[in-house]
């Protein structure tokens, strides 16, 4: 159902069209919606940390309500959280979080920025943030969007006042907005960016505060509120058919990878924001009160505005087209506006509605998701008016290609279809993620084009220019090239007209773990993206590793299809970790890239190039027992992790969790938040403890607190108590407290040493109460904290043995952290001892 109501919004809301998406098709209603918009000449600009930091209540109704032009700029790209619907993690999430606030735009009608900087994970006081983070330059991304986007007013998320309180990338985005509200004025701040860019003082800053920030929603009310204005944000659009506060619950229903679909709200609802910066409005429900937000604000917009005023007073919903020879005069009034920031956005705003009214249909899709570099695209173009109003295709120019030279009458309703080859130049660039292309640092991504900070996502690779004249003026349409094609079960999708390598290659595993000294068979597949291929691939690995053979030919003759070429690489002697590379020679070039594809029903089909190249890691693990249940949760790798080191897998699919099933292995697993997100669990907490009670190991990943139905304070056979508390940085002293313990003894002698190397955090969510069956193994402790025993526990429990670690190996086994592997599998072979003994007389 939410898809259906996802599209019937889709068709009422006229925003901006984005990448690759269906084009927006308008009712009467929706244009007037968007008339009123063109007549709103004012901007908002809402600064918070990640993704699902945006209040989307408060961004709709400031563009739907108040019909401002507005936007969010999200620090990070909310790279360093957990994926509750798929693989993505890391960079690639910050992918998939990207398109998921942009479809949450898409739905408010608004726009999204980011900032080169990195998520990096869960910090606790801004003074940390800002040390990892280059706090100069990410300060500079939030004076030049100030700059670009001229807000007149800014809202924070959260409180500049409280560093310590929460995430300390929340806080560091309210400092570094009120800093840099000030600096975009200064001349003397960042002056490169003055090249392109004015300088631009915002009217007001505003903190976006609400009881939550005062404790009780008693005390929010005793607060002095001279300084707060307030809106009821559950305003009813009667022209689009829906509440504000529906629009908004649609709009954060789209960070679904973070699992926050939601149930839409409906009715009367306050937000409040507190002035911290320029004049106190009079009118305490009005944002912009005082602020000029009329055509009179631009030079030359008098007489603009005495047209499209008019427009607005005296719509036609019957038949919109009667105000086209007006809104035409308005757009050639518009070019002539010496201020190229209202210029250039109500050209377009302008252009929309125009196209709208017409039901002028104007696309470029190509007849394939991609082509390469030196390849020619063949692309469908669609052109046709809907109306009776008098419109000339005068030519549609793609790259430097024309497909029309000819003046072409567009009759009402017969559709003209034209085509063009598109040659795609040698020196094209590669569609993917800007902010990826080159290495960044831990903190920050790095930019090497100034003009691409803040931009959401990578420009299309072609935009098609449709030159139009329209009642006898002329003017430019541009649309992004698409590739528009239907699926049998689905229907009609569009995806974005990638540029892709001729060939990209990958490893089948990012890490290879050798837990011993014996070849491995290193399979890497090659995928074609044209037809007719082949070459040769050569293996790039380091010192002290051997290799079959430095080369392997490949050929491939179907674009899209694949090969697998196998190479055997033996490991060094001694402990080792180093990584390997293929590089393709193809056409006379050197590729050495890996496709990553992301795609979701919600968001336009990602295509991802990363550098090829995989971990090796040569440990000297041992290990107890053969085969492992594993219950998923909310999805990790740590189960191909431990195929690695030659554990077999069976994944159990929690419906069939009873008695017997679980009795085949030696040690059940289960996954991270597998209790806050697998329902089943509830039901089958039982046979779990029955498994431990006869002998088995049961090894539970972090959960999240709280989160669960209430079922689940049985979570462990003896009390144990679920808290907040997390070690964030990876390098945080351990120390082993159970020294004796079998856990940090058998088989594999843990040390110190092996908690080096460690990525993004130590862990999370770790249990602060615990019964006394419970043995804590491990402490350890952020700077300025007192240390946390929780991480690790293990209780016995009749014949077995129940553990419970919040420690991330959901993140450090797939980076291929050796003193992780090596601790994981002591957790699988806990009382494992004697069986083994045993076996071992008996043979
Ligand atoms: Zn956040």
Known sequence: MRKLLVSFLGILLLCNTTLAQAPKKNSSSSIYHAIQKLNFLGSALYIAAHPDDENTRLISYLSNEVKANTAYLSLTRGDGGQNLIGPELRELLGVLRTQELLAARRIDGSQQFFSRAVDFGYSKHPNETLEIWNKEAVLGDVVRMIRKFKPDVIINRFDHRTPGSTHGHHTSSAMLSVEAFDLAANPNSYPDQLNRLDVWKPSRLFFNTSWWFYGSQEKFEAADKTKMLGFDIGVYYPMLGVSNNEIASLASSQHRCQGFGRLNTRGSEMEYIELLKGDLPEDKNNVFDGINTTWSRVEGGKAIGDILYGIEQNFNFKNPTTHIKKLVEAYQLIQKIPDTHWRDLKSKELQTIIASITGLYLEASSANASAYPGSTADINIEVLNRSQVDIKLRSVTIGNTKAKEKDLVLSNNEKKE??????????????????????????????????????????????????????????????????????????????????????????????????????????????????????????????????????????????????????????????????????????????????????????????????????????????????????????????????????????????????????????????????????????????????????????????????????????????????RDRVTNEDSKVEIIAKDHELVNYPNKITNKDFEGWVQERGLYFPNEWDGHFTPILSMGDKGETAKKGSLLIAPYGKGNYIYTGLSFFRELPAGVPGAYKLFANMLSVGKKNVEHMAKIKD
């Open 418 to 723: 034209l085509k063009l080859a598109l040659p795609i130049p040698e020196n094209s660039s590669y569609t993917s993620p800007y902010w990826l292309n080159k290495k960044g640092t831990l903190g920050m991504y790095t930019v090497e084009n100034p003009e691409l900070i803040g931009n959401p996502e990578t420009p299309p690779a072609f935009q098609a220019k449709f030159n139009i004249e329209i009642e006898g003026y002329p003017m430019t349409i541009s649309k992004p090239v698409v590739h528009r094609y239907s699926k049998p079960d689905y229907g009609e999708l569009y995806r974005p007209f990638d540029i892709l390598p001729e060939v990209t290659a990958r490893f089948q595993d990012k890490v290879l773990i050798f837990a011993d000294g014996k070849p491995k068979k290193v399979p890497i597949t090659i995928t074609a993206h044209q037809d007719n291929i082949k070459g040769e691939i050569v293996f790039c690995y380091s010192n002290g590793w051997k290799v079959d053979r430095e080369t392997r030919p490949f050929e491939i003759s179907k674009k899209g299809d694949e090969q697998i070429v196998s190479f055997e690489l033996t490991p060094p002697e001694n402990e080792d970790e180093s990584f390997i590379a293929p590089i393709i020679k193809v056409h006379g070039k050197e590729i050495s890239k890996e496709l990553v594809t992301i795609a979701y029903d919600h968001i336009p089909t990602q295509s991802v190039l990363l550098p090829s190249e995989a971990k090796v890691v040569r440990l000297n693990i041992e290990k107890v027992g053969e085969h492992i249940g594993y219950i998923a949760g909310a999805g990790d790798e740590v189960p191909k992790s431990l195929e690695q080191i030659g554990y077999q897998v069976h994944t159990i699919d929690p419906s069939s969790i009873n008695a017997e099933t679980l009795s085949k292995y030696g040690a059940i697993v289960v996954g991270i938040r597998a209790y806050n997100v697998v329902p089943e669990m509830k039901f089958k907490q039982k046979y779990l403890f029955d498994y431990v009670s006869n002998g088995g190991n049961l090894i539970l990943q972090y959960n999240t607190a709280g989160r669960w139905d209430k079922q689940y304070e049985d979570i462990a056979p003896f009390p144990l108590k679920l808290s």
